[in-house]
């Protein structure tokens, strides 16, 4: 069905509005004219038909009375009923022969009376059986087909039937076969004109129709032309309004909507300035403040043996303080230039699996520090263009958040690639987070335990940098945990800058996580 779809009529009902309207319209008309023409046929056939019956039964009734009348003054002492039928028959046929008007058969009890030539089997059974059974009083008539004993062709006729009366004697049966070849010759005539009159209707209602399908599509595919150039960026593009119409209100619509789109860019353009401009700005400002209190800090910080208890404290906590607001500073700002756009990359070919290996060794000490271990977990080298910054950044903040919440278990950090992508993934085996909580665990400052404390720093912004800074690269940080199970974050990146992912190396449940159904969570 797919291939079939490629080609022919499928093809064009699915893409052409014009070839739709065309195609239901002459299915419609169809219909219409199947029927009109149907009820023309059945009140033409009828009529006329009707109107042959009426002057054939007419006829038949004028030459029947005629020779009842005949038979009503025959002096029967001179001659036989049967000479004088035959005598009639002979007459009537004659007459009927003369104007080619009808054919005449009297049946007497011996022969058959009439018309030369006709076979016996024009007449049918049926109405010989209504007329053997009749009183002699009425006439009879049913359609019937003319057949003759030499080679003259037949023809379609109607037969009208009565009967003769005799004093005396038996009814004697008389039909009259009445030829309609004229009349079905006249219906041939009247059909072939309601189908020739049916086949230029239709050819010029489909071309009347499509040339209006055409006629209104005009100002509609503009309008697509013109959204698809505003799309593009082309904000300057306009259609042009020709009359007072609904489609020169369509127009005008559209090239409202442009306007305003034009402006509403332009005010965002201009926002996305003045918060870059701001970014830099504040980090401009910030930077020498920033530098005196460290120096500050620095010094009570080296010289507090010499301060009583309270002050040592106090220059401690500022210190650690201290430490804390600048990576805050420091991640609001990356976060501001996320939003602004401002976002740039600086691509390399880096090593990654060396990358993850610096990382691993400086945050080993602070790992012990709560108890856990962390390993790596590599499959060869793998080298990848990315920005190695960012990605140090991200495997940072990961492995950190793995430390914060491990619980004091084991961290392994797993690299694996492929042709296309290469994929990290930080697991611990922590408190981990409800399935719920997956989409929320990169929102900002947010927390799955607000009573928790941070244990080894943090500003709450490091997951949402991570993922703005996987996007970046047009990769995917995902997250999979549950309570008890512990928790795995797992980055994907192409291996080449711009190409598009399609799947990972490393799955997003944790290999051993087999069965969740079988695990105990306590």
Not at 218 to 228: G, T
Not at 315 to 326: N, V
Not at 330 to 345: K, Y
Not at 394 to 420: C, F, K, M, W, Y
């Amino acid at each position: 069905m797919r291939g079939l779809a490629r080609f022919g009529p499928i093809r064009l009902w699915a893409r052409s509005l014009p070839f739709r309207v065309v195609l239901s319209t002459i299915a419609a008309a169809i219909v219409i004219l199947f029927s009109t023409g149907w009820f023309l046929m059945d009140q033409s056939s009828r009529g006329i038909m009707d109107g042959k019956t009426q002057a054939s039964v007419a006829e038949a009734s004028a030459v029947v009375a005629s020779m009842q009348t005949t038979l009503s003054t025959t002096d029967f002492r001179t001659t036989s009923a049967s000479e004088q039928i035959s005598r009639l028959a002979r007459d009537a046929a004659s007459r009927g022969q003369a104007g080619s008007q009808y054919f005449v058969v009297v049946e007497t009890p011996i022969s058959q009376i009439g018309t030369a030539g006709l076979a016996a089997d024009s007449i049918p059974d049926s109405i010989r059986q209504a007329v053997a059974n009749g009183d002699g009083d009425g006439l009879w008539s049913t359609p019937t087909m003319i057949r003759f004993t030499d080679q003259r062709e037949e023809e379609p006729g109607l037969v009208v039937a009565a009967n003769l009366d005799a004093p005396g004697q038996e009814p004697y049966p008389i039909f009259f076969l009445f030829s309609t070849s004229q009349e079905q010759r006249t219906l041939a005539v009247v059909q072939q004109a309601t189908l020739a009159t049916g086949v230029f209707v239709l050819v010029g209602l489909s071309a009347t129709v499509y040339l209006i399908a055409l006629q209104v599509l005009r100002p509609v595919r503009a309008a697509r032309l013109a959204a698809e150039s505003l799309a593009a960026g082309h904000l300057e593009d306009r259609m042009d309004v020709v009359g007072t119409d609904d489609l020169a209100a369509l127009a005008r619509s559209m090239n409202h909507m442009a306007e305003e789109l034009d402006k509403k860019i332009t005010q965002l353009q201009n926002l996305s300035l003045v918060q870059q401009r701001f970014v830099s700005d504040v980090s401009h400002e910030l930077r020498t403040p920033m530098t005196t209190i460290r120096m500050a800090a620095e010094v009570l910080h080296a010289h507090r043996a010499a301060f009583d208890a309270a002050s040592r404290r106090s220059s401690e906590l500022l210190s650690a303080e201290l430490d804390r607001f600048e990576g805050l500073l420091t991640e609001l700002l990356e976060i501001s230039r996320f939003d602004a756009g401002a976002a740039e990359l600086s691509l390399d070919d880096v090593d990654l699996v060396g990358l993850a290996g610096d990382e691993v060794n400086s945050l080993q000490r602070l790992a012990e520090g709560t108890g856990s271990v962390i390993s790596l977990d590599a499959d060869g080298s793998c080298v990848a263009e990315v920005d190695g910054r960012r990605i140090r950044r991200i495997l940072r903040n990961l492995i950190t958040n793995a430390i914060e919440h491990g619980e004091g278990r084991p961290i392994t950090v797993h690299l694996r690639s492929d042709d296309q992508a290469v994929a990290i993934a930080v697991r611990d085996h922590g408190v981990g987070f409800s399935a719920a909580d997956a989409g929320q665990v990169f929102n900002r400052f947010w927390r799955a335990d607000p009573s928790r404390g941070r244990r080894v720093g943090g500003t709450g912004l490091g997951l949402s940098i991570s993922l703005e800074d996987a996007r970046l690269h047009g990769g995917w940080l995902n997250a999979w945990g549950r309570p008890g199970l512990g928790a795995q974050f797992r980055l994907t990146l192409p291996r080449r800058a711009g190409e598009e992912l399609h799947g990972s190396p490393w799955p997003v449940v944790p290999p051993d996580v087999k069965d969740l159904t079988r695990v105990s969570i306590r």
